[in-house]
C-alpha cells in the first residue's frame, strides 16, 4: 500500500557564497554559527495514501518545488519525520542526463539505466520511446541537430515510460506542438491512474484542479490552507 506521510518536516537551504544580508526576515536568517539559511519549508504535515491525487498550489517561491524535491529525497529535511511506502518516480527536469552529442536511441538507452533499470527491458524501454517521440530516421541522429520541437518530443517521450507507485510532477508539462500536447496529455494522464498517489506542483490553480482532488496552499514555505482543489481560492503568482 503505497503511502506518503510526513510530520513536522522542515527544510533549510544554506546560502552558500553570501556573507551578509541587509535584512533577515522569517525566511532568510543569519545562525549562531554564521551561516546564512533560508527557510525553504516550516512545520509540514500531511499524509496521502492509495488513490490520492494531491495539488501543491502557491506562487513563485513558496517552497513547491523544495516539497516535491523533499519527498523524491533529492532535498534532504532538517528537521521532522518522512514515511513513503512504493517506489517514487519524479519528473522534475527532463533533460537531466541528456547527452547532446549522442542520437535519440543512445540517450534512450541511457535514460533507462538513470531511471534505475525500469520495469521491461532495455530494448522495450528505447522502442517505446522510439515510438512515442515519432522522429522517424532522426532517432539515429545526434541530438544536437535537433530542433526545439523534435527535442521536446524525445525528452517527454524518456520521461514518461515509468510507472511508480508514487508520481510527482513540479509543473504540467507543456509543448507548442498541439497534436503533440494532446499525446502527452493522454500519456501523463494514463500515468496519473496508474499510479497510487499522485502529487503535483503548480501555480495554477486550473491544472491543480482539472488533475487533482485535494490540495495544499503553501505561501512562505508553510501550509496554509488545505481542502477540496475547487475549493482553493487562486494565487497571485
Not at 116 to 126: A, K, N, R, Y
Not at 133 to 153: H, K, Q, T
Request: aromatic share 6%; charged share 25%; proline share 3%.
Amino acid at each position: 500500500m503505497s503511502r506518503i506521510k510526513l510530520e513536522n518536516v522542515s527544510v533549510e537551504i544554506p546560502l552558500r557564497g553570501l556573507s551578509h544580508i541587509r535584512h533577515e526576515s522569517q525566511r532568510v536568517v543569519r545562525k549562531s554559527n554564521g551561516e546564512i539559511v533560508i527557510h525553504a519549508l516550516n512545520d509540514i504535515s500531511f499524509e496521502a495514501g492509495p488513490g490520492a491525487r494531491v495539488g501543491i498550489l502557491g506562487a513563485n517561491g513558496s517552497g513547491k518545488t523544495t516539497l516535491l524535491r523533499t519527498l523524491a529525497g533529492v532535498v534532504p529535511a532538517t528537521s521532522g519525520h518522512i514515511s513513503i511506502t512504493g517506489e517514487v518516480h519524479a519528473i522534475f527536469d527532463l533533460s537531466d542526463g541528456m547527452r547532446f552529442a549522442l542520437t535519440g536511441r543512445e540517450n534512450a538507452r541511457l535514460r533507462y539505466y538513470l531511471l534505475g533499470e525500469p520495469g521491461g527491458s532495455e530494448e522495450s524501454f528505447v522502442q517505446e520511446v522510439k515510438e512515442f517521440a515519432d522522429l522517424g530516421e532522426f532517432f539515429d541522429l545526434p541530438v544536437n541537430i535537433y530542433s526545439p520541437g523534435m527535442l521536446s518530443r524525445l525528452l517527454l517521450a524518456m520521461s514518461t515510460v515509468k510507472h511508480a507507485d508514487i508520481l510527482l510532477i513540479d509543473e504540467w508539462i507543456g509543448v507548442a506542438d498541439q497534436a503533440f500536447q494532446k499525446k502527452v496529455s493522454s500519456r501523463i494522464n494514463d500515468l496519473i491512474m496508474s499510479n497510487d498517489v499522485f502529487v503535483l506542483a503548480s501555480h495554477s490553480r486550473d491544472i491543480i484542479e482539472r488533475t487533482t482532488d485535494h490540495t495544499i496552499l503553501l505561501e512562505d514555505g508553510e501550509i496554509t490552507r488545505v481542502g477540496k482543489s475547487h475549493e482553493i481560492h487562486n494565487i497571485s503568482s
